[in-house]
């Protein structure tokens, strides 16, 4: 697994952005994907989690309601669209495939892609 992440950059508060992180080596497709963040200071977290097929999500509370995970098989890319930005969501952003279909609070993303920098402002 080899994961690309992009689609970053510098926003105004209420704005969108569309994030995108694809499997160049196109082996990701019976693994979950995770997209996750840290922002300065402050230790990474998850933002967004999906299953193998599309068919779970799992987002963390600051997102509900205004980010999207979803995954396209056919482009072996999964998206995660943040709408209605803050400038806490100012951070880097990380995608990684999970060893297991499903996301888990046992943890289990080996596979990790570079980041890319969402900066937020008002």
């Known amino acids: 697994v080899q994961l690309q992440a992009s689609g970053g950059g510098s926003v105004q508060t209420g704005d969108s952005l569309r994030l995108s992180c694809k499997d160049s080596?196109?082996?990701?497709?019976?693994?979950?994907v995770g997209w996750f963040r840290q922002a300065p200071e402050k230790e990474r977290e998850i933002v967004a989690a999906i299953s193998w097929n599309g068919g779970s999500t799992y987002y963390t509370d600051s997102v509900k309601g205004r980010f999207t995970i979803s995954r396209d098989a056919s482009k072996n890319t999964v998206y995660l669209q943040m709408n209605s930005l803050k400038s806490e969501d100012t951070a880097v952003y990380y995608c990684?495939?999970?060893?297991?279909?499903?996301?888990?609070?046992?943890?289990?993303?080996?596979?990790w892609g570079q980041g890319t920098l969402v900066t937020v402002s008002s």
């Open positions: 080596r196109r082996t990701f497709s019976n693994n979950a």
């Open positions: 990684a495939a999970n060893i297991r279909p499903y996301h888990g609070s046992s943890g289990g993303y080996k596979y």
